[in-house]
Structure formats: structure tokens, C-alpha cells
């Protein structure tokens, strides 16, 4: 499929209640039953693009409630092609706001650096918006659309703890020995996944000694004249700043986010800071910037941890997706899309008999793995070279971007904002 668009598939009516046969189906079917394991974005969407096919889909979820965190996302083009083909991209595009630019700046000076526009020729170059939305609010299309879908079962309070199978089925088994069978399981359940435990077994993600601390405010609690204008880097010497707003439920926010490359050895996740301490981390930013990050308040912080990329990501009739397959840090914003790319090209490989469950699982892999392996390594690159450096290094990137065109921008990132069919290593 690489190289041309992938296919569009009328839906089916799949069997009223998931894991039950109907009475007309016989041995030579084209649905499956299918385990999601993992309620979030990738693994609501994994369900959606599935269920399309005219499977049945069973998503396990060990949380008893189906709830995300209220942060601000961005999603590049690539994701809304990925959300057209689930079917919720206007769902999305309502709920979202178009920024006019990325900038990035010099944070010890103030300096404007590179800006990219994305309005006008972005749009019309890549084929969809830029956008940042509530993290939250895609997280509930995505769950008001698999609750409204023919044949998609959601199971809460269900923590899968391993897979067993055998050449017709495959099983997972949850922390308290409760089983669910069907003919695939698909791993979307996050970085420290239990599926990619028994499926790599490579252990703890790799800690990257970057800690970052967010803050999210309303934006009505920020004076008039700090509100900031579309997506802003302030990038310093082994540490950057960002900064957006993003509006949910009828309300405006501020997203806050500092990150410090100071080799950090231990993994931490969502620990609460006071502000001193984080005003603290930045001591050379410029005036404009920490005027804004002064008005955050509530701070936690992460320590970003990722995982080197592997080549295969299936075990039989096995597969891993989103996260749980190729966690990356955050430099390239393309987590999110990578995650919606994976649902809609395993939805479209699957569009066949559960017979060779296990061949379109490694077509699957195959497809993604290079474009996905390449964002993780560039995603770690990019911190190095475009938000930390220091010194002469520093000087170079700054002139660097400064001296390319918009087109030449757009170029830089064409591979990733304007992929249509997500595979090969080429992005497109």
C-alpha cells in the first residue's frame, strides 16, 4: 500500500453483541473478534478503525472510568487524515482551534528566530489545519463514537496482565485471572504496556534525564497583554519553554511547559512542584517569556522517558499500537498522530478473514515501522540539536533557521505534516 492512498471500505453490520456469533455466520466469515487492550486514544481508535471492517471489538480498559487528563494537544495534518479515515475528523475539527503560526524563539535574548505560518499555503500544501484542542475532548469523540458504533464493547476495571495463544485464538488474561478470547489482540496500553512485556520484554522505558513541569490555567486569570499569539518555543541553552492556548468547554487556557536536559536519572510522573521551584530552573529567560510562566500555578512534573525502536511488534496474532509500540519524546508533537496513523492502517489491513489474522499483523508492522521508528529517533535528535544547544552550536541553529524560506520550512517538515497513507520510511 505504499505510495497510494489506503483503501476505503464500506462498513458492515457486525453481530449485535461482541464475542457471540450469529446464527447466519459459518466458518468461512470475514469477522473477527477482536481485543483492544487499553481505553485510551490509540486504543479507542484502534476499535473505531477496526469495527469499520465489520468486526467485533471487545476494548479492556483497567481504569473503571474512561476519563483522560485536561492538558492541551497538538495535531498536525497527518493526524486529521488519519481521523478522516476513522471518521471523526469533523467531530474533531469542531471541538479544535486553527493557530496562525509556529514561532520559535531565542530565550535568552528575546530574539525571534524562525516562524512557520499555517494557515493559507500550509493548508492548502498539507491538505488539513494545524490544530490545538483539549486532550480531553478528542478523547471523548473518539469514546462517544465507539459507544455509538455497531459491534464495539468497552470493559472497564479490566487490567490485562498477559496473552496466551494457540493457532485459532488468542486470550488475554487480566490481574484477576478473568479471560477474554478472540481472534486478534491489539496492545494500546501505553508505555510501560503489559502486552509489550510479554511481546519485547525489554523492560522499563529508557529514562531520558529531561524533566518537564506543566502547568495549565485558565486564560482569563492572565493579563490581556501577555496572552500570546499561536505556538511558541523559547529554546535555551540545555532547556526550552513552551507555550499555547487551547479553549474546552467554552473556555480558554493556557498551556505552560518547561523542560531541562539536566540528565535527571529516575523516572518520575506527575509530581507536584511549587512555583519557586520551577521559576527557578530558568534563570536566563527573557523578560516576555517569564512573565507568563510567573502566572502558572499548580505545577507537576515528569521525567520524559521513550524506548529505543524495535523491528516487530507482533507475536502471532498479537500486535502493539500507539505507545505501547514506539514511544517517542515529545519534540517532534507527533505522538498523538503517530498513534492516529497506526488505528487507521491496522483498521484497513484487517479488512479480511480472521483466518490469516497473523499475516496482516506483520503487513501491519511492516508498514509502520520504519515511518514510526524514524519519528522517535528524529524526536530525540531534535531535542539535542533544536531546543538545547548551546554556545556556537546555538549561534549555528539560529542562523540555520533563520535563513530558510517558508517553502523551505514547509519542506523540513513535509515527510511528516503531509503523509496521506502513513508507511514507509519516507512518511509517505
Known sequence: MRGQDLPRVPRRT?????????????????????????????????????????????????????????????????????????????????????????????????????????????????????????????????????????????????????????????TAVTASERRFTGDALIGADGIRSAVRRRLVGDGEPQVSGHTIFHSVLPLADVPEELHPDGATVWAGPGWHVVHFVHRAGGAAFLNLAGTRDHGTPEAVVGLPLEKSHVLGQFPELTDAARRLLARGEEWKTWVLTD??????????????????????????????????????????????DARDVAARLRTYNALRRDRTARTQLVARELGDRLYHPAGPEATARNTMLSSLTVDELYDKVSWLHGAHDFTGGDGR
Not at 26 to 37: A, H, I, K, P, Q
Not at 136 to 157: F, K, M, N, S, Y
Not at 339 to 346: G, H
Open 307 to 352: 524506548r529505543d525502536p524495535v523491528a516487530d511488534w507482533t507475536d502471532g496474532r498479537a500486535a502493539l499500537l500507539g505507545t505501547a509500540a514506539h514511544p517517542m519524546l515529545p519534540y517532534a508533537v507527533q505522538g498523538l498522530s503517530m498513534t492516529l496513523e497506526d488505528a487507521a492502517v491496522l483498521g484497513a489491513v484487517l479488512d479480511g
Open 14 to 170: 457486525a453481530a449485535a453483541v461482541p464475542g457471540m456469533k450469529d446464527e447466519k455466520e459459518d466458518e468461512m466469515t470475514t469477522s473477527m473478534r477482536v481485543l483492544v487492550v487499553g481505553a485510551g486514544v490509540g486504543g479507542l481508535a484502534a476499535a473505531l478503525g477496526i469495527a469499520a471492517r465489520g468486526h467485533r471489538v471487545t476494548v479492556l480498559e483497567r481504569r473503571e472510568e474512561i476519563v483522560e487528563p485536561g492538558v492541551g494537544t497538538q495535531l498536525s495534518p497527518n493526524a486529521f487524515h488519519a481521523l478522516d479515515r476513522l471518521g471523526v475528523g469533523s467531530a474533531v475539527r469542531e471541538r479544535s482551534s486553527f493557530i496562525e503560526e509556529l514561532r520559535f524563539m531565542d530565550a535568552t535574548t528575546g530574539e525571534r528566530i524562525a516562524g512557520m505560518p499555517l494557515t493559507g499555503g500550509y493548508r492548502e500544501r498539507f491538505g488539513n489545519p494545524y490544530a490545538v484542542l483539549d486532550r480531553r475532548a478528542l478523547h471523548q469523540v473518539l469514546l462517544d463514537a465507539c459507544r455509538a458504533a455497531d459491534g464495539i464493547e468497552l470493559v472497564t476495571g479490566q487490567s490485562v496482565a498477559w496473552y496466551e495463544q494457540t493457532d485459532d485464538e488468542i
